[in-house]
Nanobody, 115 residues
């Protein structure tokens, strides 16, 4: 079983930066995809960015050029560097691990961007 623990959320002014981390533990195998998703109040959870174990990345159009996803496979840790934050980036950010039919979510970390 895989466990995910996010950290790094907080309150920041518009234009500021935050770095989220997701520590993974348990039975982690190659060939997985990890990602960040977010959910704003009253809205559905949406994709922010994903990265394969080989380093291939994918971003939502709304964050391209501002957010960078990365991972340290040796430390089993996923990161999300968020720059030029906007109020619409506010939400709970969730880490996700997928491999084959397995999908695991973290508990989420709150990001609030004030205008």
């Amino acid at each position: 079983q895989v466990q995910l623990v996010e950290s790094g959320g907080g309150l920041v002014q518009a234009g500021g930066s935050l770095r989220l981390s997701c520590a993974a533990s348990g039975s982690i195998f190659n060939g997985n995809i990890m990602g960040w998703y977010r959910q704003a109040p009253g809205k559905q959870r949406e994709l922010v960015a994903t990265i394969t174990s080989g380093g291939r990345t994918n971003y939502a159009e709304s964050v391209k050029g501002r957010f960078t996803i990365s991972r340290d496979n040796a430390k089993n840790t996923l990161y999300l560097q968020m720059n030029s934050l906007k109020p619409e980036d506010t939400g709970v950010y969730y880490c996700n691990y997928q491999r084959a039919l397995q999908s695991v979510w973290g508990q989420g970390t709150q990001v609030t961007v004030s205008s």
